[in-house]
């Protein structure tokens, strides 16, 4: 999909293609350190190779359950959601959000265009019932796009994430039915 940003770049929105595996590796690399509220610390991330990156994209080629789209500004890579369906039988109606947007990006509309491409992907998936989502307590502006699409909050870990100063927040559990029973 092609949309152009606010700055007046042109945005697309595609599958990633292992080629991308150096970029993604950079991508992933400077996510954790413009923000704290990634799972994975910049350590862990430097313990990344290209390698893995491209064993990581081909795992969503491989496997139609699940999906990875990279956001690519002026040909550089700005953004990224997947979603993840579980193994398990029991829970293959289910599909596990992730999203990232580099620092420089944000407030431009990327996330919101993850999202609808994200959602529209759920929606045709023939299993595919419920997306849902963890997020810290303390990201707001992520809390709130969340509710734009109609995420709802289900539930809280008290101290489900520790941070990098040792201090300890809650992770907010969001869910939103895309599919009707």
Same mark, same amino acid.
């Given at each position: 999909m092609q949309h152009f940003l606010p700055n007046g770049q042109s945005l697309e929105i595609r599958n990633a293609k292992p080629e991308d595996a150096t970029a993604m590796l950079s991508y992933f690399r400077q996510l954790t350190k413009e923000t704290g509220f990634l799972l994975f610390t910049l350590r862990e991330a430097a313990e990344l190779s290209v390698e893995s990156e491209k064993d990581y994209i081909l795992s969503f080629l491989d496997d139609k359950k699940d999906l990875l789209l990279v956001a690519m500004a002026e040909g550089k890579l700005v953004g990224s959601i997947t979603i993840k369906q579980p193994g398990l039988w029991? =829970? +293959?109606? $289910?599909?596990? $959000? @992730?999203? @990232?947007? $580099?620092h420089s #990006?944000? *407030?431009?509309g990327i996330g919101r265009r993850l999202i609808t491409a994200g959602i529209r992907w759920a929606e045709q998936h023939k299993d595919?019932?419920?997306?849902?989502?963890?997020?810290?307590? *303390? *990201? /707001? %502006?992520?809390? =709130?796009? #969340? %509710? *734009?699409? @109609?995420? +709802? /909050?289900?539930g809280r870990m008290p101290q489900g994430v520790r941070h990098q100063d040792g201090s300890y927040g809650d992770t907010i559990l969001m869910s939103k039915r895309i599919k009707n029973l």
């Open positions: 029991k =829970q +293959a109606h $289910l599909g596990q $959000l @992730g999203i @990232g947007i $580099l #990006y944000w *407030n431009m595919m019932e419920i997306i849902h989502l963890s997020v810290f307590s *303390n *990201n /707001e %502006r992520a809390i =709130q796009l #969340y %509710r *734009n699409f @109609g995420f +709802a /909050e289900y």
